[in-house]
């Protein structure tokens, strides 16, 4: 990469590369290979920039190589262990924010339910902090299993009790 290859991508989220870890990169032999090639390039150190995936990978990866290695949680998952919050957490948040905003007038002034869905991978970080921040009614995490008759029940006493959008 070159300065001038990055110009213009400041504004962007997420990877530029369209990387994501390879499901090879989890098997003994692949894991060799990427040793042998750092190696085998005189890389000294290498920095990981992401999240969970990443720095499993990464953890993997350090068992096979001398490359000293340092991880830089950046993901809007927010599932690094040890890490309060991550890069791209934040901006993850504000932006379904300012979009819930920005639908709650139509769900009000049709007396709609809107559904929304955040990312969040297998944590629900992203989708509780979303829905506390907005005021949702109800907030479904892959942490806990989701019964439909609870949610619906939900939906129906609100409705009972007057409630014009959810």
Do not use: W, Y
């Not at 350090?62 to 040890?82: C, E, Q, R, Y």
């Amino acid at each position: 990469m070159t300065p001038r290859s990055v110009g213009g991508i400041i504004q962007l989220g997420g990877t530029i590369l369209h990387t994501s870890r390879s499901l090879d990169f989890k098997k003994d032999e692949c894991l060799g290979q990427a040793a042998n090639n750092l190696a085998s390039l005189g890389v000294e150190g290498l920095v990981v920039i992401g999240g969970d995936g990443s720095f499993r990978g990464a953890l993997d990866l350090s068992k096979k190589s001398k490359t000293l290695m340092v991880g830089v949680p950046a993901t809007i998952d927010n599932d690094v262990f040890g890490t309060d919050e991550t890069i791209g957490f934040d901006t993850a948040v504000n932006t379904a924010v300012a979009e819930i905003d920005k639908i709650r007038d139509t769900a009000i002034s049709h007396d709609r339910i809107f559904v929304v869905e955040v990312m969040g991978r297998q944590r629900g970080f992203l989708a509780v902090t979303v829905g506390l921040t907005v005021g949702a009614e109800i907030i479904l995490v892959p942490e806990n299993k989701c019964e439909m008759d609870h949610v619906v029940s939900i939906i129906k006493e609100n409705s009972r009790k007057g409630k014009k959008a959810e």
